[in-house]
């Protein structure tokens, strides 16, 4: 998915690298460094249900491109997140790519829908909201 911000790439990759600002709009990570090689975990769910998510960092490209391994504890399945970001027209549009979903298990909880609204509401008004605020 991709969402234009009106906010320079610098912004919007501090938002999405330093844990500090992460801590802010994404997940309560305990520990994030934009390092291949990282490895970080952090938990989320729902009402019902939480689950430890475990991160390592693949490739970082400073103010253009971050990705990670993204999987559940005690669940099959790998997949990867990667965020890219592009100057537009003085502000940033993020290209956000969740791939290998298709490898969790053929759970409610890990169905494509739920991954769609997670990221839409995570890039369209979280993020948004952050990196847009004065």
């Known amino acids: 998915m991709e969402r234009v911000y009106n906010a320079p790439v610098s912004k919007v990759w501090k938002a999405i690298s330093d844990n500090d600002q992460m801590k802010q709009w994404y997940f309560d990570i305990a520990e994030f460094k934009a390092e291949p090689g ?3 975990r952090f938990e989320a769910g729902d009402k019902n249900m939480t689950y430890v998510h475990l991160c390592v960092v ?4 400073p103010g253009k491109k971050l990705s990670y391994t993204w999987r559940y504890e005690g669940y099959e399945g790998d997949s990867l997140v ?6 537009e027209n003085g502000g940033t549009r993020l290209k956000l790519t969740h791939e290998g979903l298709e490898t969790f298990p053929p759970i409610a909880a890990f169905a ?3 991954f769609v609204m997670g ?9 948004k909201e952050f990196v847009e605020k004065a």
């Open 38 to 40: 990282f490895e970080f």
């Open 58 to 61: 693949k490739e970082v490209i």
């Open 82 to 87: 990667t965020f890219e970001l592009f100057p």
């Open 112 to 114: 494509k829908q739920n």
């Open 119 to 127: 990221w839409t509401d995570i890039t369209g008004r979280m993020l």
